[in-house]
Nanobody, 120 residues
């Protein structure tokens, strides 16, 4: 299973970006999907998570600005980021809990990361 993230880039404060991540390989089903980030000099942190039925959770600093969504048919997860701030500068990683075969337990996979830089 591989996760490929895209959509990062350089944006000014107040701007928007949309991250995408596609999972491919031996996939029977995907449970939760999520976005994490690692800011310079900091530990990786959860940003947002979405379950199979669309239930979402957000880390408080991004509530109201970021929106996570998914397309189950395409094995994709998205992160719409609005009103970006310099403190959002980080490498963003997508995560998926993948069931590779029916009856198997889910295994966590992460993408390679995509850089988001917000200039002041």
């Amino acid at each position: 299973v591989q996760l490929q993230a895209s959509g990062g880039g350089l944006v000014q404060t107040g701007g928007s970006l949309r991250l995408s991540c596609v999972a491919s390989g031996s996939i029977f089903s995907i449970k939760s999907m999520a976005w994490e980030r690692q800011r310079p000099g900091a530990e990786r942190e959860m940003v947002a998570m979405i379950t199979t039925d669309g239930t979402t959770q957000y880390w408080n600093p991004v509530k109201g600005r970021f929106t996570i969504s998914r397309d189950n048919a395409k094995n994709m997860v998205y992160l719409q980021m609005n009103n970006l701030k310099p403190d959002d500068t980080a490498v963003y990683y997508c995560n998926a809990e993948v069931v590779e075969q029916k009856g198997f337990l889910p295994i966590g996979y992460w993408g390679q990361g995509t850089q988001v830089t917000v200039s002041s």
